[in-house]
Each structure stands twice: as C-alpha cells, then as structure tokens.
C-alpha cells in the first residue's frame, strides 16, 4: 500500500473524515473551536491522574486542548507518525522541540543552507553552549565528518529556502540509524503530500502549519511529529520523571512538558480549527503550485534576462536525479537571479499578479528579494557563503491560472529592455 494510503484511505479522504471518525459533539463534522483554558473535575482523584499522566484528558489549555488535539492526531495521520505536539508557530516548535531535548555541551549538526530564522536560533542556541556544526548537507559523508561523541541531533530540510538545495535525505537517514542519533526532518518546504521523511529513518518531522498545510495565508502555527523509529531509550537526556511510560512516548513526553509547558509556544484552538480546516485541500492545492512551479521554472530558465534559475524539477538542477526519485513533486518554490544589470526592486514592482510578500505556502504567488528581506541579518559575508546574491529573488507559486502567472513574469522581464 503506498504512503499516503492507509486503511484502504487515501491521503484526502483520510484528512477530511479523521475528525468525525473520532467523535465529535453533536455531530459536527468539524472539531468545534473548546476556547475554555481550564477544565473541571467532580472527583479531585481524576485532576491529579490527568496531571500525572495515568489518565487522560486535560489540564490547562497551555498543554492541551480538544481542538489542538483533534488537529494533533490528523497531522500524526499525514505524517505517518505515533503522535504530533502542535505550537504556535513554526520557530516555536523548532525551539521548544531543542530546548526540550538538547543540554548545554551537546553536538548539533546542522545544514548550512538553513532558513534564516532557523539559522539565528542555532547562533542563539550556541550563545548558550550548545555546539552546532552546519555543513553541506546534500552529502551524507559532510555530515560524518562533523560528528563528535557528544552529538546528539541532526538537523536538515527537504528542500532548503531559497536556492532549493536538496538535502541526502537517506543517506543522512541511514547515518543516523547507525550512530543512534535523532534525526529531524523539517518537512515544511515539501509538505506531507510531496515527501514523508519517516520514509528515510526521520526521527521527529517539523512542519511549520502556517505555509502549505494551513495554506491560505491566515493562520500561524508550527508541529512536531514522531515517527516512532527512534529509540528513546538510548537517548541519554530523558529526565528520570519522564520514563515511567513506554521509552516509545519518553520523547514525545519530554518536548510536551519541557518544551511544549515550560516555553510556552501554545497553539491557540482558533488557529489549530484554522489550520485543520485548510489542509483539507493540501493534496489539491499542491499540486496546483507544483504544476505552476514547473511550467514558471521551464519560463524563466530560457529567459534571456534570467542568470540563474533554482528548481529541483529543472534536468540541470544537481540534486534533480534526487528530488525526482524521493519527492512526489518537486515543490511550489523556487529562486532566480536576476540579470544584475536590471534594478531587482523595478522588476518586482512591475508584477501585477504576482505579491512582494515574505511568507511563502501561500495560495497567491509571492515574491521577495532575498538578500535585502529575509537574509539581510546575516550580512554579506554569510550571505556570499550560502550563495546568495543580490540579485536573488525567491518565489512561492500559488494556484493562479498558469498562462496569468507567466504572463505576469513574461510583461515585467519585457519592460526592463
């Protein structure tokens, strides 16, 4: 069966009918918004189990709610996983996920192609003694070479933000597996539809909710998920009070309650509906952008006033063989750099259709210049590292009709003549 079919489901019917297959008041069809913070108990006995975990239900809406949660085993679902911590945000379940499982002294490597804020919360996180090492990690044996005793995590994307670098998703899998390392999975540039990292030996896949899973632009919000294929019990930092269950939720259970409680990124339950509500369509928007992606790609790579185009479904792409064989598509995003002669702020101000906007994942295509926006803090000579230049311009494709997308991009190349 393959893996976006489970239970003789697919992919989409399993999304939109997992709500009402659990239960839900009244009949609805969708988990109704609980904005209630606290939760009562006629017998004081039952309040304590909960809060001990010998019994489940809920505490305080900071850890958990019946929205949250409904949204919770959904993306457990779509990912293949044995459960899922939702956060506010992305870079909340990024940092609450490390600050949960990592100490200071401990050995992160790291890729170097990292998302900017990513990449600033590594440098926060090394400020505070935990080592990092970033190297390239679209080679597995890059990743060996930077180990040390004292690793404990591995972290990559699938496809890096914005030149579209593809990580070695299964040789760093295999990697890990044999090292006894934890290796995350920031899915969010793929999605669950595109690529499920528990497929390479992922430990915990990160999806930030607020770019194609929710994917309308309107709602904030980060997970985690575990694949189940880690051995928690070889994991030297799970604190004594959290090993009373099955070594198989000790992780799960760590970054709930050091992370999750005591950092506090909570995922409001208007947002978790939001979101839950939203990736209903993910199959279908996906592959609407992804389709759009190519056909802008195959536009802009014969341009003459194009330098450089970045899209793993592109042939000269040199990870394309890679993104091919692994990812359903090749993703909704892409970069290109601009003839440096042209003035990049001219050209994006001619775009009609087409948003300057820094988020990405969203139904509308957007567009930003990359070195000016979202990498401006790392500085030029970090910048010069990643090979980001000036004239790089990043694109989320959205779901507009194809031929108004390359019409769009065609008028404003042709105005810069």
């Not at 004081?44 to 189990?49: Q, V, Y």
């Not at 750099?337 to 042209?342: F, M, R, S, Y």
């Amino acid at each position: 069966m393959s893996s976006e079919q489970r239970d003789g489901v697919g992919f989409t019917t399993r999304i939109l009918h997992s709500d009402r297959r659990d239960g839900i008041e009244h009949g609805s069809l969708h988990k109704p918004v609980h904005a209630s913070v606290a939760y009562g108990y006629d017998d004081a006995r039952d309040l304590a189990a909960v809060f001990q975990g010998r019994q489940s239900g809920y505490s305080y809406g900071r850890q958990s709610n019946p929205t949250v949660e409904a949204l919770q085993r959904k993306l457990s679902g779509m990912e293949g996983g044995i459960g899922t911590i939702a956060f506010g945000t992305g870079m909340g379940a990024i940092g609450s996920m490390l600050f949960a499982l990592l100490k200071r002294g401990d050995h992160v490597v790291s890729s170097s192609f990292l998302f900017g804020n990513t990449n600033s919360l590594f440098a926060s996180f090394a400020g505070l003694g935990l080592e990092v090492s970033f190297v390239d990690a679209t080679e597995a044996d890059a990743v060996a070479a930077a180990l040390r005793p004292e690793t404990r995590l591995v972290f990559v994307e699938t496809i890096a933000n914005p030149r579209t670098q593809v990580a070695d998703l299964e040789g760093i899998g295999t990697l890990c597996r044999d090292r006894g390392l934890i290796y995350v999975v920031d899915n969010t540039m793929t999605s669950p539809w595109l690529f499920q990292p528990r497929t390479v030996g992922a430990s915990l896949v990160v999806n930030a909710l607020t770019k194609y899973i929710a994917g309308h632009g309107s709602v904030l919000g980060g997970a985690v998920t575990d694949t189940g294929l880690y051995d928690w019990s070889r994991f030297p930092n799970i604190f004594e009070g959290y090993r009373s269950q099955p070594p198989a939720q000790w992780g799960l259970q760590q970054i709930r309650k050091k992370g999750l409680r005591d950092f506090g990124a909570s995922l409001a339950p208007d947002a978790a509906q939001l979101v839950a509500l939203g990736a209903e369509t993910l199959a279908l928007r996906m592959d609407r952008a992804c389709a759009n992606a190519r056909a802008l790609a195959a536009m802009l790579d014969r341009h003459p006033r194009v330098d450089q185009v970045f899209y793993p479904g592109l042939a000269g792409h040199p990870q394309h063989e890679r993104a091919s064989r692994l990812l359903r598509h090749p993703g909704a995003l892409l970069s290109f750099e601009l003839d440096p002669a042209l003035d990049l702020f001219d050209f994006l101000n001619r775009l009609d259709v087409v948003v300057s906007s820094s988020n990405l994942g969203d139904n509308r295509t957007l567009a930003i210049p990359v070195a000016h926006t979202i990498y401006h803090e790392m500085g030029p000579q970090r910048r010069a590292s990643m090979g980001i230049r000036d004239s790089l311009i990043r694109v989320s494709v959205g779901i507009e009709d194809a031929e108004d997308l390359l019409a769009d991009f065609g008028q404003a190349l042709a105005a810069t003549d």
